[in-house]
């Protein structure tokens, strides 16, 4: 792996006083962000085991558009836009289920099969002649990669497989793809700007003071360590480490060996991000897999979900337990942590932050934002009702030019 350095990141000194305040409290630049940064990359649905029959199906929405995931007769996943051709009302209300052999429309009855095709119109008379290949369900881009599920909305960029080939041979070793869910998913709504939040989970800068445990399970091997092409990577290792807190001496005490795992990765704490707002975490004993996205100006969720191995062994489940509420504390630390950033954010003293070379994630994700969306890099928010033309211009100029 091929990681970016300091000096390649803040090439330009000016990035590390961050982005500026408007960007985090500005309508035009949030719808923006959705249409130019989310709909057009892969969002994280579901895992291969949460749909193992056919009919078996999970929703997702983002902004106006969307989408259902559903395992047709075949096996194979596929991928919707969740809309009727008839008058545009969902195919299925609910967040997740199972539809049978068919998609039913709730409104009129069109029924739909698992493969997109449309199947029946009740009272098919009372319509002109209709070409059933015409009207079947509008299909998205959808790709499994170890077990997980994405989709896009639009674009045609690099797959996921793409995206992580630098990450694919570590990922890989973690046999995700044979995982089941652990817990149940979680969601975290914040009436603050998505960056807010990923700006706290994309650098480990904080995690002696902010996260005490953390810093006691991994201290000083905590590394922030950025690809070019929107990838991050950050790990932590327990290993041979002398642990003041109980917990986390019961936890690295219980852990057991896993037999598929090379002793290099026994002791690791492995976080891989991907632009904009995916994390997939390796832990020894389990995986966790959130993302962060916004759903409206000073909007944004975090949703996630943890998965592992079958693992009977009480010695698993116990090391599970510790790992859950480890994590859960961390959770509620970087909530605190994230909230009092955007406090500060907002008030008439904030003008630019200064970032350090223990900062590395969040710089380079910022950067790759700055070459999206180069409006960013303006020191006010352009006229209202210009945002978009004054990004266009910029982007036709090649404002920017990020590394990392």
């Known amino acids: 792996m091929k990681f970016v350095t300091a000096e390649e990141i803040f090439h330009d000194p000016a990035t590390r006083r961050g982005l500026p305040a408007w960007t985090y409290n500005n309508d035009e630049l949030t719808q923006l962000e959705m249409e130019q940064l989310f709909l057009r990359n892969w969002m994280f649905v579901a895992h291969v085991c949460d749909l193992p029959k056919a009919g078996d199906y999970q929703c997702f929405e983002m902004a106006d558009e969307r989408a259902v995931v559903v395992r047709d007769q075949q096996g194979e996943i596929r991928a919707f836009h969740n809309m009727c051709r008839h008058r545009a009302s969902r195919v299925v209300a609910e967040e997740k289920g199972h539809c049978g052999h068919s998609f039913i429309c709730p409104f009129h009855g069109w029924s739909y099969n698992l493969d997109g095709s449309l199947k029946n119109i009740p009272k098919s008379s009372a319509f002109p002649q209709i070409e059933k290949s015409d009207f079947g369900l509008k299909p998205l881009d959808c790709e499994v990669w170890h077990g997980m599920i994405f989709i896009r909305f639009g674009g045609d960029g ?5 995206l992580f080939a630098e990450a ?3 990922i890989g070793l973690y046999q995700i793809e044979d995982m089941q869910p652990l817990d149940e998913p979680y969601q975290y709504r914040f009436d603050l700007d998505w960056k807010a939040v990923l700006d706290i989970d994309n650098e480990g800068y904080h995690v002696p003071v902010g996260h005490p445990e953390l ?3 991994v201290g000083a091997t905590y590394t922030d360590q950025p690809l070019a092409g929107g990838l991050t990577r950050a790990f932590g290792s327990f290993k041979e480490r002398k642990l003041k807190l109980e917990r986390n001496r019961d936890y690295v005490e219980t852990l057991p060996a896993e037999s598929y795992l090379p002793e290099s ?8 991000g991907m632009f904009p707002g995916f994390v997939l975490t390796l832990f020894p004993d389990q995986i966790e897999i959130y993302q ?6 000073q909007k944004s969720v975090m949703a996630g979900v943890t998965y592992a191995l079958p693992d009977k062994r009480a010695s698993m489940q116990k090391a599970r337990e510790l790992n859950r509420d480890i994590n859960m504390d961390v959770g509620d630390e970087d909530i605190r942590l994230i909230r009092w950033a955007a ?3 907002r008030s008439s003293a904030f003008d630019a932050v200064m970032l350090s070379d223990l900062e590395l994630g969040l710089a380079s994700f910022q950067n790759q934002l700055r070459e999206l969306l180069p409006v960013v890099t303006q020191p006010q928010a352009p006229e209202k009702g210009s945002l978009k033309a004054v990004n266009d211009r910029l982007r036709a100029k090649g404002k920017v030019s990020a590394v990392g």
């Open 158 to 162: 690099a797959s996921i497989a793409e």
């Open 168 to 170: 694919a041979e570590e």
């Open 215 to 217: 810093f006691d399970l």
């Open 265 to 272: 990765h026994q002791h690791l704490w492995i976080y891989w």
């Open 292 to 297: 962060i996205y916004p759903t409206g100006n």
């Open 343 to 345: 406090e500060g954010m």
